[in-house]
């Protein structure tokens, strides 16, 4: 189950915190997954087969701060566990644009991770990081993550969604190790 992080409505819909949404939603576009909201859970699902295997694409219904609600009631639902799981978000830690797949670890001070973890009891599942920088000039974090991206860093995120197409083909195919060591590659 990939799992894109961001806030629900029009009003959030292109800002740095839904970077992960953007990402799922590129995925379920060439896959042709239209997304369905669940009744008993607080997401969006879409399915698609890869490799034999049937890969879910969610989208969390709730806040951000609150995913690890729709995302443990997910799992549940389907009978999956953390290995089954890879959580796709932003991250201020990075350069805008940047990826970073991780194997597993804590919620580096993200809120929606910080949510998932608490409500699955674990970190032990992958996770991909979309860099979008920390806020600069004076503003709040808070500012920072829910507003858009200036021109240039929307060309800079448009390449980095279809590379994170690429990495997820590969982690799908390869598995987190070898998609680790071909895509963490430092960026000049």
């Known amino acids: 189950m990939l799992v894109g992080l961001g806030n629900p409505g029009g009003n959030y819909e292109r800002t740095r915190h839904n970077a992960g949404f953007r990402l799922v939603d590129s995925l379920a576009e060439r896959e042709g997954v239209r997304f369905k909201r669940k009744l008993t859970v607080p997401a ?11 890969i879910f694409v969610a989208k969390p219904k709730t806040f951000m701060n609150r995913s690890g609600t729709a995302v443990a009631g997910l799992l549940r639902k389907y009978g999956l566990d953390c290995s089954d799981l890879v959580v796709i978000y932003d991250d201020v830690a990075l350069p805008v644009g940047q990826l970073r797949l991780r194997a597993s670890g804590g919620a580096g001070g993200h809120n929606g991770l910080r949510s998932i973890i608490a409500a699955l009891g674990s970190g032990d599942f992958p996770r991909i990081r979309i860099g979008v920088d920390g806020p600069r000039d004076g503003r709040s974090m808070i500012d920072h993550v829910l507003g858009r991206f200036t021109p240039d860093e929307e060309e800079i995120i448009k ?3 279809e590379s994170g197409l690429d990495m997820i083909d590969s982690l799908l195919r390869d598995g987190v190790e070898k ?4 895509f963490n590659r430092k960026v000049n």
């Open 44 to 54: 969006w699902l879409g399915a698609f087969d890869s490799g034999g295997e049937r």
């Open 179 to 182: 998609t680790m060591s071909k």
């Open 159 to 161: 390449l980095a969604i």
